[in-house]
């Protein structure tokens, strides 16, 4: 089963994707995993990929999607795999459906759909603690003693990213790639739209009754 998830940052996409790992027993594979694997053992598409990294820049579509291929070619990939954070655009989609031409393409993408109200109050709740790394969040995950981490008693802090105007702003970069993402594979008959705004338990079971429906 080969599986890409879909989801605005803070949608849950992340811990859906551990879940459905866990259940169908493939690999849940992300870009930023792929990057960090290939430049720590030294491989050539490790190379180039930190060559551009260095320098601030992003790491073009083409070395992306061979790093992609690459990581899905390996043995533990030959039952299928969830992909997450790949491929943002529809450049790196169409690249990815001629590379699996001949395997078979993605099964299903699914998008776990939250509105951007909904995802800003979620991300601009959270905290986390700079010392010891614990995350929070206001609502959801409160420190006993507001403002103060329970692990190591640091003042937990709101990241940049977090703040409500940088959520906005990640939104909409976010529409503008991935919207188009969702139409193709909407117009190839393998997106699932789950709604994302159910607990946990419920989006995992809406996303497994697409995959086995």
């Known amino acids: 089963m080969k599986i890409i998830m879909l989801g605005a940052p803070g949608?849950?996409?992340?811990?859906?994707?551990?879940?459905?790992?866990?259940?169908?027993?493939?690999?849940?594979?992300?870009?930023?995993?792929?990057?960090?694997?290939?430049?720590?053992?030294?491989?050539?598409?490790?190379?180039?990929?930190?060559?551009?990294?260095?320098?601030?820049?992003?790491?073009?579509d083409e070395l992306t999607v061979d790093l992609v291929i690459d990581r899905i070619g390996k043995d533990d990939c030959v039952n299928g795999y969830i992909l997450d954070g790949f491929p943002r655009t529809l450049n790196q989609a169409h690249k990815l459906s001629e590379a699996l031409a001949e395997s078979g393409d993605i099964d299903c993408?699914?998008?776990?759909?939250?509105?951007?109200?909904?995802?800003?109050?979620?991300?601009?709740?959270?905290?986390?603690?700079?010392?010891?790394?614990?995350?929070?969040?206001?609502?959801?995950?409160?420190?006993k003693v507001e403002g103060i981490c329970d692990r190591c008693g640091a003042e937990v802090?709101?990241?940049?990213?977090?703040?409500?105007?940088?959520?906005?702003?990640?939104?909409?970069?976010?529409?503008?790639?991935?919207?188009?993402?969702?139409?193709?594979?909407?117009?190839?008959?393998?997106?699932?739209d789950v709604d994302g705004t159910q607990s946990m338990q419920a989006v995992f079971e809406a996303i497994v009754a697409c995959l086995e429906g």
Do not use: W
Not at 109 to 135: L, T
Not at 161 to 183: C, N
């Open 157 to 192: 802090i709101q990241r940049a990213d977090d703040l409500p105007e940088t959520v906005k702003k990640r939104l909409s970069v976010y529409h503008e790639q991935t919207q188009p993402l969702i139409d193709y594979y909407k117009g190839l008959g393998r997106e699932a």
């Open 109 to 143: 993408a699914v998008n776990v759909d939250v509105p951007d109200e909904a995802i800003i109050e979620r991300m601009s709740g959270r905290r986390v603690c700079p010392s010891c790394g614990a995350s929070y969040h206001i609502v959801n995950i409160p420190t």
């Open 11 to 60: 949608a849950g996409k992340g811990t859906q994707a551990k879940m459905l790992s866990d259940k169908f027993s493939i690999p849940h594979i992300s870009t930023g995993d792929i990057f960090r694997a290939n430049i720590k053992e030294g491989t050539e598409l490790g190379k180039k990929a930190k060559a551009y990294m260095d320098a601030g820049g992003l790491v073009p």
